[in-house]
């Protein structure tokens, strides 16, 4: 693809304290490419898309979004999450708010949107997830795939150019994982950029351009899906497929 | 031992009620000074009637936790209250109050020292909830010299005596060229006391909320401030509210200290108003229960107040 990246991480170092949680990563996401992130636990999944939103901050290298050089500055990270949504394994809606609360407070409050303009953001995107006759109800009422529902659609509502999806899955019950995954194939159809730490083979098969496969902080291998799934290169790789197998 | 009592229920109570009976009557003997005497046993030893008073009176309270025993949960708690309320009158009635001095006085007593007592407290505690508030943000900054300030502070503060601050700052700010009144020194320093306590009490509420909240809300992109207004602190008043009403009813009483600068406040007239005709007790009294009500008033605001923000956080 010609056209200029969303998002290149260069030489990117990341350590907490004396641990060194990325090393030397380098990384370009095209416009409307999807790209899903596994590897084993700690190996630094987390850590690398909470960096691309500022969330974390890194030591050495740079990562670009959109254009924009992030700094640790505050002005910037804001700016640069403004373009980024993000979904959670946690899910992290606020308990305290409706769904539909939920979907308003940062359109109103970031982008300065009126109520009634940011209300009818937030029914078309929760009509999207299909879960707006839920709208007037508390999370807690809702159940864990219809809560990660919501999630998506909130990050949304921010009308975002890049999507980060940290194991969104993962925290939930087996009947629960399709719906979310459904709902995250659907966005991938429509054209948006993501990036999905997952162990979902059958979502990162059908949908991403490319996975990628990190090992204790470092990038150990890249490939398209089938490549990776069929012929994984490297030893780890292996392991790590055999070991989602077994 | 141990074992001996825990073995049987049955014999550990009987234990325990034969122990307090004994300590009942061993606690009335010896504090009671003027024992029932009747004309005929006038010529005993007095620690003879004391034990025989106390021993009357012991059975007495025994008789009566029984019989408080066999009434429904409600019934006994009222009974209690209404028992214990009026041996307090009792304790009062000892004292020969002349009533219609109080009856006097109890108008200026509201007035003026109600309202003033009420106006010190709720100003303080408007200004220190302020104050909490930027002192557990700052508690919680990585920046060195904001956690030191607020360290400082709140050690100071938390550390001092609420009557030395009082008169730190009345007399204190004088010399510094800073001419300040009573009632602003008493609001000053009851402020910044009672912003110390509260300073950790708020920061304990809003680190019981998970990270996860924060980082959604950052994620948005909220700014800090933005972050903790709409989507922290809400979350943290269900935790922050019950220790701050206990704050308030604690600061009304600790507001008689500002007394001591002449503030007429409820203390300071309960102190004044009975000196010319010798009524010390009298008003003394009517100030304690004065006090009292407005807790109970308090209390029953707190409790209104935690149940209405249960409800509306009810997820
Ligand atoms: N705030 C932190 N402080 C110290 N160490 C951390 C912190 N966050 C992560 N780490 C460490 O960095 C490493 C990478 O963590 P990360 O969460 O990115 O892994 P991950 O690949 O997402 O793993 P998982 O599959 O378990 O989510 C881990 O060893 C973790 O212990
Ligand atoms: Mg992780």
Redesign the interface.
């Known amino acids: 693809m010609p056209a200029e990246p969303l998002v290149t991480l260069s030489g990117v170092h990341k350590s907490f304290g004396a641990f060194k949680a990325l090393s030397d990563i380098t990384l370009s996401v095209a416009p409307g490419e999807k790209v899903v992130v596994c590897g084993p636990s700690g190996s630094g999944k987390s850590t690398m898309i909470r960096c691309i ?1 500022g ?1 974390e901050p890194y030591q050495q290298g740079k990562i670009t979004v959109a254009g924009r050089y992030l700094t640790e500055e ?1 002005e910037v990270g ?1 700016a640069v ?2 373009e ?3 979904v ?1 394994q ?1 899910f ?5 708010l409706t769904i539909l609360e939920n979907c308003i ?2 359109p109103q ?2 982008q300065g949107k009126s109520r009634d303009e940011a209300v009818e953001t937030a029914r078309r995107y929760l009509k999207r997830v299909d879960i707006l006759e839920q709208a007037d109800k ?4 809702l159940s864990g795939g219809q809560q990660q529902r919501v999630a998506i659609a ?2 949304l509502c ?1 009308a975002p150019r890049l999507m980060l999806f940290d194991e969104p899955t993962s925290a939930l019950d087996p009947e629960m994982v399709k719906e979310v995954l459904d709902v995250m194939t659907d966005l991938a159809r429509e054209g948006m950029t993501m990036i999905c730490v997952t162990h979902e083979m059958g979502f990162a098969q059908a949908v991403a351009d490319r996975v990628i496969f990190m090992d204790r902080g470092r990038i150990v291998e890249q490939a398209p899906p089938r490549a990776f799934f069929t012929a994984p290169q490297s030893a780890r790789a292996q392991e790590f497929l055999a070991q989602l197998l077994h | 031992m141990m074992r001996y009592l825990l073995a049987d229920p049955a014999r550990l109570r009987r234990i325990g009620l034969g122990f307090g009976f004994v300590i009942l009557v061993a606690v009335l003997t010896l504090v009671n000074q003027k024992p029932w005497t009747p004309e005929a046993l006038s010529g005993l030893n007095p620690w003879v009637l004391r034990l025989g008073t106390a021993l009357v009176l012991a059975l007495l309270v025994m008789a009566n936790i029984r019989a408080l025993g066999l009434l429904p949960r409600a019934a006994q708690v009222w009974g209690v209250w209404i028992e214990l309320f009026l041996l307090l009158m009792a304790f009062f009635w000892s004292f020969d109050l002349s009533f219609s001095f109080i009856a006097r006085k109890i108008g200026f007593l509201i007035t003026q020292g109600v309202a003033m007592t009420l106006y010190i407290s709720a100003l303080s505690i408007l200004i220190a909830t302020v104050i909490a508030l930027v002192g557990a943000v700052a508690k919680m900054s990585k920046n060195g010299v904001i956690y030191g300030l607020a360290s400082f502070y709140t050690s100071l503060f938390r550390g001092l005596p609420l009557l030395m601050q009082i008169y730190i700052i009345y007399l204190g700010l004088p010399q510094v060229g800073y001419v300040i009144g009573a009632v602003p020194a008493g609001v000053l320093a009851l402020s910044l006391c009672y912003g110390a306590y509260m300073t950790e009490i708020f920061r304990a509420g809003i680190e019981s909320i998970p990270r ?2 924060s ?10 401030a ?1 972050s903790m207004v ?2 922290i602190l ?2 943290a008043m269900r935790i922050i509210i019950p220790p701050t009403g206990n704050q308030f009813i604690a600061m009304l009483k600790d507001s008689s200290l500002v007394s001591v600068v002449g503030v007429w406040e409820l203390m300071y007239l309960a102190r004044t108003q009975g000196q010319t005709e010798f009524r010390h007790i009298e008003m003394l009294i009517t100030a304690s229960m004065i006090y009292w009500l407005l807790s109970i008033g308090l209390e029953y605001a707190q409790s209104r107040i935690e149940a209405r923000f249960g409800r ?4």
Do not use: C, D, K
């Open positions: 939103n969330l505050e804001r999450r403004q980024v949504g993000m959670f946690s992290n809606l606020f308990p305290h407070l940062a409050w970031v508390y999370p807690i009422q909130r990050a921010m | 996860g909240q980082e959604g809300a950052t994620a948005l992109g909220l700014a800090p933005q709409l989507v809400p979350q509306s956080n009810a997820r």
